[in-house]
């Protein structure tokens, strides 16, 4: 979590959620909200991850060139 949202990109998936992915995916519910009603999570909030990681860092948005250059450039805290 930071600020109050889930960041998925940022987890730890087991495997045997395949299914439940596949069938989402046939669906084109392509959403992680509907994969998390689907699964059991567990949350863990901003504070906790700050103790071992860069938040700034880990959940940097990358989407276009300028942003890849941007996070080459990221003075790691």
Known sequence: EKNGY?????GIYKKNIKVEVLDLIREEKLN???LFEKIKINRIAEDK??????TDR???NINKKE????YKNFKAK
């Open 32 to 34: 992680f909200d509907n």
């Open 67 to 70: 942003d890849l250059i941007k």
């Open 49 to 54: 991850i700050e103790e071992i990681a860069d």
């Open 58 to 60: 880990i959940f940097f």
């Open 6 to 10: 889930l960041e998925p990109f940022v």
